[in-house]
Every structure is written in C-alpha cells, then in structure tokens.
C-alpha cells in the first residue's frame, strides 16, 4: 500500500514537470499498513490538497500539519500541489495556475480534495461544484462560501474568522486606554474576505480607518498616518505587498519589522506569524485546526459520506499571543499575571 507523497508546485506544473518526494517514514506520508479490518473502505483511497499560497508559508505549512495529524493512522494516499498565489498575485498568474491544479485532478484523480484558502476556491474549487465527482473539502475561506456556490452537493468545509473581538480585548488590556483603531490589510482576496468581519461597529472600539495598501511606499504611508488618529493598527495581512507596482510581493517579515520598529502604537495581528515577526499581541487563528478538521471530514468521505452530509462549520479555536519585546520597545509593562494567561509569550 505505501505511495510516494509528491509535492507539486504551480510553477513546475506549468513548466510541464512534477518532482517526487521520496517516501520518508509513516508520519511523513500517511500511508501507513493496517490490518484488513481497519484499512477498508480508505486503503488506497486518495487525498489531494491544494493549497492557494506556497510551501513555507507558516499559515500553509500549519494546514498541512492538520491534514497530516487528521491522516496519520489512515491509509489514504496524499498528494499536495501549491498555487502560489501569495508571492504571484497576477490574474493571468492566478488563472494558470488553478489551470493547473485542475490538471492534477484530471490526471491523478483523488477521491477527495481539500482546498484552502480563498484563491483555490476562486480559480479552481468553484468550478466543481455539483459535479459527482470528487468531494471537496475547503479550509481558511475568509469569504462568505455562497462566493463560490457553497455548500453544494460535493462540497463542504470549514470557514476562517478572525478573533477581532478577543484580539481587541487582550489589547486593551495592555493598553488599557485603547479604543481608536486603525486597520491596515494588504491588498489581497484574503484581506477582503475578512473586512466584512473586521470592519464594523464595535461596542468598545471605534475604527477610524481602513487601509489596503498594495505598495510598500503605500504601506508606509499608512502606518505613519495611523499614529496620529488611532490608538492602536489591527493588521490581518501583509503578505502581498510589493516594492513597486507588478513586482513579485515582498517578504513578508521585512514589511512587519518595519511597520514594528516605525510605529509608536500597538500593533494587533491575527496570525501566529504577525506577533513572531513583531505585533505586541493577539488572538491567533490556527492552520492546524482547519488542517485537521479539514483532515476528519475528508476521512468522513473516504468512509462512505457525502459532502451534503457535513454541514459547513467556523473554525473556532485559537490561542492568545503576546510579543514582551514589542512591549518594551513601546514602554509596555505587563503584569505578570496576563503573562501567566497568555498562550505563547515571545521574549520570555
């Protein structure tokens, strides 16, 4: 029974070339032996996950960690292809490389395919909906799933949301006199499917101001008109700014320790990767879940289920993030106390 996991990129596809990852042992490529009672109806069955963005992503790479956690005593065999619509963010990019995904289930046709995050839905899920075949599973959909024609009948998942109000509370405990904040996003499908739960009215915040820069002259220019009319910046994502109109987005930890080291107020992010590379805090949305859960009904389907069967869900779990070295640079103290409470602290 035990298969190679083959890694596919957007980029080798359209050259007209796979590469092969040879197989590494059990927690590696899922494929492991089972007895005859345990391995029917998923032995052989196969999983093919696409992914909108690239490989060493830490949001992408936490997803398949999930799906391989969901896998691991199964005997399913999975195969991952990378759209890598992060880093190329051009239509014709975006199109071609859905193209190509199409491609991989044409030509290896899985039993199920798990899609994540919204551009995987837009340029290449979508287009099977209500077909017989195969079922999919989408994970880390910010959009509303009526976007694409979800839920239908072979197609099902769990959406993303992000903990605005949990993120904003831990703030304000922090900074206990914060209210006023600013939103700065890139300008991304990702970062307009979560403004529609973002922006609007909160009881105890006010936003003042909504920024989608797509440039990072543009970005700048953002954060520094923040620090006179917020008290704090919540930035969901920062992933495809560019250092010029075209270009390929730039590394995203560049744009973050910038906008760290040039802000005088708290920066809130969503992401687990946003207070590593240097926002004070937040309450993350976690990869893992949606992979893992994602994972648990693909199996479902692979065991005689049908994406009608499973209702679309909202990933709810999360864990709360605290940066201490942003918090000294911004004269910050934090009481021991919310330390003790918080999820993972950096700069211990």
């Known amino acids: 029974m035990a298969a190679a996991l083959t890694m596919v990129t957007a980029g080798a596809l359209l050259a007209g070339c796979r590469s092969q990852t040879p197989r590494e042992g059990r927690a590696e490529t899922h494929d492991q032996r089972q007895s005859a009672t345990d391995a029917p109806p998923i032995a052989g069955r196969k999983v093919l996950l696409v992914h909108s963005y690239h490989k060493g992503y830490p949001w992408v790479d936490a997803i398949t960690r999930g799906v391989r956690m969901a896998l691991s005593r199964s005997a399913a065999d999975l195969q991952l292809y990378y759209m890598d619509t992060k880093r190329k963010t051009s239509e014709q990019w975006k199109i071609k490389s859905g193209e190509a995904a199409k491609q991989v289930v044409a030509d290896w046709q899985p039993d199920v395919v798990i899609a994540a995050d919204d551009n995987a839905q837009q340029y290449f899920a979508k287009d099977f909906a209500a077909m017989p075949l195969p079922q999919f599973v989408f994970c880390g959909v910010n959009a509303q ?32 006199g914060a209210r006023r904040i600013a939103i700065v996003t890139d300008h991304s499908p990702t970062s307009a499917g979560a403004l529609e739960f973002i922006n609007w009215p909160w009881r105890d915040f006010e936003i003042v101001s909504c920024e989608t820069p797509s440039t990072f002259e543009q970005w700048q220019a953002a954060i520094r008109q923040c620090q006179q009319s917020a008290d704090a910046i919540a930035v969901y994502m920062y992933h495809t700014v560019k250092p010029h109109p075209g270009a390929e987005s730039m590394e995203p930890k560049e744009v973050m320790a910038w906008t760290a080291d040039n802000s005088r107020i708290p920066v809130v992010g969503f992401f687990v990767f946003a207070v590593d590379d240097g926002a004070l805090c937040g309450y993350m949305e976690s990869g893992v879940e949606h992979g893992l859960r994602a994972g648990q009904m693909a199996l479902e389907l692979l065991a005689g289920k049908t994406a009608a069967d499973l209702q679309i869900v909202t990933a709810l779990e999360g864990q709360s993030m605290l940066n201490l070295n942003t918090a000294r640079k911004l004269g910050i103290s934090v009481p021991r106390e919310i330390i003790e409470k918080t999820d993972v602290v950096i700069g211990k």
């Open 145 to 176: 799933p009526e976007k694409y024609g979800y839920p239908a009948s072979n197609i099902t998942g769990i959406l993303e949301r992000p903990h605005t109000e949990a993120s904003f509370q831990l703030l304000r405990k922090l900074k206990p």
